[in-house]
């Protein structure tokens, strides 16, 4: 099984083995990082107004931002560096190109025309000159309304992203046709499955736009049920957090033991994590309405088992993982119980960017256990708790791994060298401080109530009162946390952009990923049965969904009981503030 | 297939193979953590959380005396 | 399948974890008694809040014993009542609704949360032992005003709590020698029965009633006032029934100068 081709891959980069793809994956990456710039920088101008550090938004203002930040770094940057990767993924494992480049580059134009719409729609909030209203969040809840253009705009992305997964379906049943026999390679299997609950997940907000919020913005309907689309949200909203980290899964599985010098411990493992968050990924997203009424305790229950047993696949992960690394540590001479850990390649930006980012989202396993606690939850909902714990999640985990990945993609998808190590070493290692000052303090935050998505959380009748500590020196650590990151943020791009300007270089690593310890060959033959394993992820999702979602429709309606659009401006709609003001006064 | 895996690594000083490897670091590790989950788990859900009331209940347990 | 003897401890080690972790959820449902907010109180129409029977009136009502319902309206960006009284060692329901888009109603430093959703109607039972003061904010982004929506909730000492509401009827000025009478309708909000006393001071005087109050029940007071006694000029004068109070200020003018107005 292991045999090698050295002679066709060594020292070969992707650019010469796939010169086509290499171009859409370049592209990729940098529409990923443009979103990832602006993005941060918007991150800065939140933490410092909220924190009141300095404000020179308006705070109506701020929910423009906080939605552009919501939407560029959750949605676009994550997704487009996801396409990328598996592109990548894909080609180099099954060692064909794309069937048609055509309809490669297709799917990623509807993706960039998908942002750009998104992106000019929110910008009509602070921009007069645009027409469009999308202050929203990344969330859109109903019964706040976006512009049309801003669903059709995130419509596109997602069938963007849908033709993507079939690009990279079509590929391997390309390969499969001259490969009848051979198992999915480990890569390829991720990226599949993946694709698989993204469909799966997708077509519950593809649902609640296409039927109901868009023909609602339109004029076309004039009602909708809030708690419907609310849930068909969230249908969908806790499998994207898993959508953003499996590219990073990826990284940590064929990567990380690569770059520590070793081989992946475990791929009939491997498999067995992939299918399970296939099988649990949706089925769980009422964790997420834990207390939203109009859901019966029994179902938010259940909700809660499944999540809590969706842990698994991420402790087993963290095993071989780190089993992994300790392997390479071995092979290059590492000895003693934990002596080994010195003997890892920390002077590799890539290696210790991925490392650090596995070892936030330790940490942010933890918070996330406490988020899935069903009745704690009254305690940390939408609290800035919250906010701490997706940052070590999807703003570190997975942003940091992107941003170790690049370091090594980029060169492979250019031809050109990293323009500096160093650099890249220290910027790795500034993220890594830095969200350990934001996401501490803002964890800490939350549990005295500072609540998430809050321009201004200074409150007239009440002050908050931190067990340990002071409000406002929990603050200084979020706004120093959060200048910290975007200098590391500025650092990167610095050097993804020198490095484009570089030399070609013919000193390049060849484009490989890891071995393996216990291969394929060790696990059963059903595990690559991709289509038993969407079968019971579909009936999983029809197990837990068709009750609630009867009842909320039999409740509410399907369009709700007559609940037209808001966009509650300050400015804009003096009758309604002044029936709050009517309300206040006694 | 499998062409892509590496194979060869410089740095390498010795081979390693499944029968003979035994991952002690990383069990320790992950035993540390293990216990770190659990104390917080605990220190979170009753210190924090229990803590922190008055607490949402349900009626019909308040009736039957529990408080 | 090839799994070494470490990975399969640990694999039951996480089981025990994930296990332990949904025994400890259990047990504050059952321990505790703590309850997620449900479908229990069913759907409503935003359109008819303010003819519902519930949120027609918000505020805070007596159900007997040391059982409360707080009826709130969220809306953008203010709730209605922004003010609630409930008295310590009470069991207080929550019901709220929402006129407009999703908010949440959030008593800041305790475990009493939820989102307020419009269409429907999130119930909460809570028990207040002990006195004290809470801020209530919205943790939901709900528009522009967002971070200004915010509300108060104070738990009182039992002993001075009660849903008594004063209201008085007095005339401005009277001329001397005529009878005259300030009347007070006091209302008892509580299911149980009142006992208190009534106190009128003008000027030097002083009238004490005893009033009796069925619960949800009011009683209406006269106090006849003796304007001989009080002779010409202004008179203050106060009603008080316990801690509540009414005042106003009775002139007392010669036959001449006019005769009985009301205010
Ligand atoms: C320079 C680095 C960053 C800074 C300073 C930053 C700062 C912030 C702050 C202060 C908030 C809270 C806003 C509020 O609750 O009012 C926020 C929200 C958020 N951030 Fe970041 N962030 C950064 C990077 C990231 C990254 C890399 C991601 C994801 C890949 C991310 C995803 C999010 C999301 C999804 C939200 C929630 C938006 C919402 O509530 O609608 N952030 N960020
Ligand atoms: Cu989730
Ligand atoms: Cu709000």
Redesign the pocket.
């Known amino acids: 099984m292991e045999v090698t081709r050295m002679s066709s891959t060594a020292s070969r980069t992707y650019l010469d083995q796939f010169p086509a793809e290499a171009k859409v994956i370049k592209a990729a990456f940098w529409s990923s990082f443009m979103a990832l710039a602006i993005g941060g920088l918007l991150g800065l101008v939140q933490a410092l107004h909220r924190t009141d550090v300095l404000r020179f938004i308006d705070p109506a203002d701020y929910y423009t931002v906080l939605t552009a930040h919501g939407v560029l770094l959750a949605i676009t940057f994550t997704i487009f560096f996801l396409v990328g990767i598996f592109t990548w993924a894909v080609t180099t494992s099954l060692d064909r190109g794309v069937v048609d480049i055509r309809f490669t580059w297709a799917w990623y134009i509807m993706m960039v025309v998908g942002t750009i719409l998104v992106g000019v729609s929110i910008l009509g909030g602070v921009v007069d000159a645009i027409p469009t209203y999308a202050d929203v969040l990344f969330t859109f809840y109903a019964p706040l309304q976006a512009h049309p253009a801003f669903y059709v705009g995130l419509v596109l992305f997602v069938v963007g992203s849908w033709l993507a997964g079939a690009d990279w379906f079509r590929t391997w049943w390309a390969w499969r046709k001259e490969n009848p026999d051979e198992r999915i390679p480990l890569p390829t299997f991720m990226a599949l499955t993946t694709t698989l609950f993204w469909y799966l997940c997708t077509l519950g907000v593809a649902l609640s736009i296409l039927v109901f919020l868009l023909p609602w913005s339109l004029g076309i309907v004039d009602s909708v049920n809030p708690l419907l689309t609310r849930t068909l949200f969230w249908y969908f909203g806790h499998a994207v957090v898993y959508f953003w980290l499996m590219p990073a899964y990826m990284m940590w599985y064929i990567m990380l033991p690569k770059l520590s010098g070793g081989k992946l411990f475990s791929d009939p493992l491997a498999r067995v994590v992939f299918v399970l968050f296939l099988l649990l990924s949706t089925p769980v997203g009422i964790h997420h309405q834990y207390l939203d009424p109009g859901i019966a305790e029994g179902y938010k229950f259940i909700a809660m088992t499944n999540t809590m047993f969706l842990l698994l696949p991420s402790l087993l992960t963290a095993f071989t993982v780190v089993a992994s690394m300790e392997h390479g540590a071995r092979q290059r001479g590492g000895t003693g119980y934990l002596g080994w850990l010195k003997a890892l390649p920390w002077r590799d930006p890539v290696f210790t960017g991925m490392a650090l980012a596995g070892l936030m989202f330790a940490a942010a396993g933890f918070s996330g256990m406490i988020n899935a606690g069903m009745n704690i939850n009254y305690l940390v909902h939408n609290s800035w708790w919250v906010v701490g714990h997706f940052h070590l999640t999807v703003g570190t985990a997975v942003a940091l791994t992107f941003m170790a990945a690049a370091y090594w993609f980029i060169p492979q998808v250019t031809g050109k060298a990293l323009w500096s190590r160093q650099l890249a070493l220290g910027q790795v290692l500034l993220w890594f401080v830095g969200m350990t000052f934001m996401s501490n303090a803002m964890h800490r935050s939350g549990l005295f109530g500072m609540p998430r998505r809050t321009a201004e959380p200074q409150y007239q009748g009440f002050n908050f009162e931190p067990a340990v500590g002071t409000v406002g020196e929990i603050n200084a650590q979020v706004a120093l946390g959060a200048v910290l990151l975007t200098v590391a943020l500025a650092m990167f791009l610095l050097n993804m952009v020198l490095t484009s300007f570089n030399d070609d270089s013919d000193s390049l690593p060849a484009n490989t990923y890891a071995g393996t310890l216990s291969g394929p060959e060790d696990s059963p033959a059903v595990l690559d049965n991709l289509k038993l394993w969407t079968a019971i992820a579909v009936v999983l999702v029809i197990v837990g969904y068709t009750l609630p979602l009867a009842s909320i429709v039999d409740s509410g309606g399907l369009f709700g009981p007559d609940i037209s659009g808001f966009q509650l401006a300050i400015e804009t709609d003096p009758a309604l503030v002044l029936e709050s003001v009517r309300e206040v006064m006694p | 297939m499998a062409s892509a895996t590496e194979q060869s690594e410089t740095d390498q000083v010795r081979e390693i193979g499944h029968e003979e490897y035994d991952p002690i670091g990383t069990a320790i590790l992950i035993g540390i953590y293990f216990l770190i989950l659990v104390l917080l788990w605990l220190f979170m859900y009753f210190v924090e959380f229990l803590g922190n009331g008055p607490t949402v209940v349900g009626a019909l347990l308040t009736v039957v005396g529990l408080a | 399948m090839n799994i070494h003897t470490y990975e399969k401890a640990w694999l039951v080690a996480a089981m025990v974890l994930i296990v332990g972790f949904i025994a400890t959820i259990t047990y504050g449902a059952v321990g505790p008694g703590i309850a997620m907010i449900d479908d229990d109180a069913g759907s409503i129409d935003p359109n008819e809040i303010s003819d519902h029977e519930r949120f027609g009136e918000t505020g805070v009502e007596h159900l007997g014993g040391n059982e409360y319902e707080v009826n709130v309206v969220a809306q953008a960006?203010s709730y209605s009542p922004s003010e609630i009284e409930v008295p310590a060692g009470s069991e207080v329901t929550f019901y709220v609704t929402s006129r407009d888009v999703t908010?949440?109603f959030t008593v800041v430093g305790t475990n009493v949360n939820t989102m307020v959703v419009p269409g429907q109607i999130s119930e909460m039972t809570v028990q207040f032992d002990e006195p004290g003061e809470y801020g209530i904010l919205?943790?939901?982004?709900?528009g522009e005003g967002?971070h200004t929506?915010e509300g108060l909730l104070t738990v009182v000492p039992e002993d001075e709590f009660d849903l008594t509401e004063l209201s008085t009827d007095a005339p401005r000025e009277v001329e001397a020698g005529n009878e005259t009478t300030i009347n007070a309708t006091v209302s008892n909000g509580m299911q149980d029965g009142l006992e208190t006393t009534a106190t009128l001071e003008i000027g030097e005087q002083q009238y004490e009633r005893d009033v009796t109050i069925d619960g949800e029940g009011s009683a209406e007071l006269t106090f006849d006032v003796d304007t001989d006694a009080l002779g010409e000029g202004e008179h203050d004068w106060t009603l008080t029934v316990d801690d509540h109070e009414e005042s106003g200020t009775l002139s007392v003018v010669s036959g001449t100068d006019g005769g009985d107005t009301n205010e």
């Open positions: 960006w908010h949440s919205c943790n939901e982004y709900c967002h929506m």
